[in-house]
């Protein structure tokens, strides 16, 4: 089942590069929250109570509800329903998005270790690359959200990529960066008007 | 239990200036946190490398840097007061609740004993500064806040990759919890790849903090608006915590066949800040910012200290020091320039001498201080990384690290000057001197003469605690 569940993930990830909508990147964000939530379940098998709660609170309830919540608001208050693309049009953000995949599939390959499974690091890999790529290809401000969520998912996937347990140490840093994030989008990112790319009042 | 009961204190004292709405509450507050803090320190002194509450020991390197935040609280404080005196009642406890917060969060960092313990506190400092750096709520406010969250949050991020990659190492996912102690034994026989991308992300994620190149930046805008006194934390002891990230890292995969990479990274990672430091400096037309572009260079420099090895890695820490004393004065000292002379552009600056006298004296030293000019204690550390240097056969990082230092000297010097003995280049300065007193430059001067003292003596239990801090790398 995991295998499925690590390739719908990477399709979402495809999707991202080829997707114009907003709407389109909120329902993704959702979807890979479900996505991570199964991955997680089907893949820690010695986890206590307490870090199966912690963990379905995280995926379900942040990353699969609240956060896509909370983007729609910003959405549906700035009325912008298109991505804005500094200058690079989907199809070379696909190549380039395709291209992060051959890279992170080489370099987990030659980072071969009895202990890692090397399916789980080459998406979280072409997961990381995927969200820094939005960060930089993009300008609206609700993009470079969107990145750092990716971004997110990336650092829960490679929490999953080694043994089948998950401390809670780590949960609790994981769920520490989802915190700054919804912050983040709830409230700065509410004031400064998400849909502008009007960050340049600070130069020297 | 002490470090418990100090973590309690502080966040019940936060709770506290919140809820009750009276300033003088908050001060009699914030004033007993500042002793509790210096109490944790001496505790921590007295007890070196006890262990507390499992994910905290008194190190030798934890204690030295706390001792350097203990003796910034108080004038931190101090000015804080005098900075938000004209604030509502609700913006001015914000401000001190996020200020005890950010202290105790970085004293969690400076404590931790294992990576992701300090990665918690790390990020938490993030949502108290970002509190702090908003506290004037003008739209620069929101963007410098903005830009300080975001950055951070995916520096940090990748931070924490690299340290699930010492999770790969071991093969269990509780590795990247695991103690300094505990890891140090499993690096010997990892595969280098690992240890290097681990080490890059660490680098790139904790140099949000340190103020490094390449995330310099972040730092460098939040400094343009942030409230002097935060600055003054900001560009010393909260770049400290990045630093100690770093070289939490760097101590442990020393014994690993990574360790000359290591050394190139911070050395090309050190370059290229002051390569940055010395382009912007030259162009900067915003007080606080060029000094926030100092501490670039500076932190440039503590990495090539770091990467030079030797004599470097003595002059690091002592560089560390020293640095947060002076750059904490000179930013404290921005608080004043503000309210005398109403701007930090520099084109509207002048004659800071005849409408300020003691503020222009504080510029003038911190200048000498900062630029490592004798008698500043600074020079001694940057004799010891040259000798370095030259000791390693690092010529070139030498040439260039000079010549890139000659225009930081230019650019800082002519600026200073510029504001403290020249006419403004555009509107007249409106002078309002009464409500700025002589007296409140106190704290800067002893700041300023404690870098120079240590120019002539450096006390034991200074030498003592840097001593065991780098006694991990001279085995």
Request: charged share 10%.
């Amino acid at each position: 089942m995991i295998p499925y569940l690590i390739v719908l993930f990477a399709i979402t990830l495809v999707y991202f590069a080829s997707a114009e909508r907003l709407i389109i990147y909120i329902r993704l964000i959702g979807l890979q929250g479900l996505l991570l939530c199964g991955i997680a379940l089907f893949e820690l098998r010695e986890i206590n109570t307490a870090n199966l709660i912690f963990i379905v609170a995280e995926t379900l309830l942040f990353k699969t509800i609240l956060i896509p919540y909370l983007l729609k608001w910003i959405v549906s208050r700035s009325g912008v329903t298109k991505v804005h693309r500094q200058a690079m049009p989907g199809f070379y953000l696909l190549i380039f998005s395709i291209a992060s995949l051959l890279v992170s599939v080489i370099l987990s390959n030659s980072l071969v270790n009895q202990f890692v499974n090397t399916i789980f690091m080459s998406i979280a890999l072409f997961t990381l690359f995927t969200g820094l790529l939005l960060i930089v290809t993009h300008r609206l401000i609700i993009s470079h959200l969107i990145g750092f969520l990716i971004i997110e998912n990336a650092v829960f996937l490679f929490s999953l990529a080694v043994g089948n347990s998950m401390p809670m140490l780590i949960n609790i840093g994981i769920l520490l960066d989802i915190f700054v994030g919804v912050l983040v989008l709830g409230f700065f990112g509410l004031r400064l008007r998400p849909h502008t790319n009007e960050l340049t009042r600070l130069k020297d | 239990m002490i470090l418990l009961l100090f973590f309690i204190l502080s966040f019940l004292f936060c709770g506290l200036i919140l809820l009750f709405r009276n300033k003088a509450v908050t001060r009699i507050l914030v004033i007993s946190y500042a002793f509790i803090h210096v109490a944790l320190t001496i505790y921590g002194y007295i007890n070196i490398n006890k262990t507390e509450l499992a994910y905290f020991t008194f190190t030798s390197t934890g204690v030295l840097l706390l001792a350097v935040l203990s003796v910034l609280v108080i004038p931190v404080i101090y000015h804080g007061f005098i900075y938000a005196s004209r604030d509502e009642i609700k913006r001015y406890n914000i401000y001190h609740a996020a200020l005890v917060a950010l202290i105790t969060f970085m004293s969690g960092a400076y404590l931790a004993n294992g990576m992701t313990v300090l990665w918690i506190f790390v990020e938490a400092t993030t949502l108290a500064v970002a509190a702090l750096i908003y506290h004037d709520r003008t739209d620069t406010a929101l963007e410098a806040t903005w830009k300080y969250v975001f950055i951070c949050s995916v520096g940090i991020s990748l931070a924490y990759l690299g340290i699930l990659f010492l999770g790969f190492i071991y093969g269990r996912g509780d590795a990247a919890s695991l103690s300094f102690s505990s890891l140090e034994n499993i690096l010997k026989e990892a595969n280098p790849m690992y240890l290097k991308i681990a080490f890059v992300f660490v680098v790139i994620g904790f140099s949000t903090k340190m103020g490094l190149f390449p995330m310099h930046t972040v730092t460098i805008d939040a400094h343009s608006v942030a409230p002097p006194p935060i600055s003054a934390l900001i560009s010393t002891t909260l770049m400290n915590v990045g630093f100690l990230a770093i070289f939490r890292v760097y101590t442990l995969f020393s014994s690993s066949s990574i360790f000359s990479f290591m050394n190139s990274v911070l050395i090309l990672s050190g370059v290229l800040s002051l390569l940055m430091a010395a382009g912007y400096m030259l162009k900067a037309k915003h007080l606080k910012r060029m000094l926030a572009y100092s501490s670039l260079e500076n932190m440039g420099l503590v990495a090539i200290a770091l990467g030079v090895g030797g004599d470097g890695w003595y002059a690091a820490f002592f560089l560390i020091v020293l640095h947060s004393f002076a750059k904490s004065s000179l930013f404290f000292q921005m608080g004043q320039l503000s309210r005398v002379l109403h701007t930090f552009r520099l084109d509207e600056t002048g004659r800071y001498m005849q409408l300020y006298p003691a503020g222009a004296m504080v510029l003038l030293t911190g200048m000498v201080c900062v630029l490592a000019i004798p008698p500043s204690g600074l020079f001694i550390s940057e004799v010891m990384i040259f000798k370095g240097m030259v000791m390693n056969d690092q010529w070139l990082v030498l040439v260039i690290a000079v010549i890139l230092l000659c225009f930081v000297v230019y650019a800082m010097s002519t600026r200073v000057m510029h504001i403290i003995f020249s006419e403004p280049r555009n509107n007249p300065v409106q002078s309002s001197q009464e409500s700025v007193r002589s007296i409140e430059t106190l704290s800067q001067f002893l700041l300023l003469g404690t870098v120079i003292i240590l120019c002539f003596y450096q006390p034991h239990f200074l030498t003592d605690l840097i001593n065991q801090s780098i006694s991990v790398l001279l085995k």
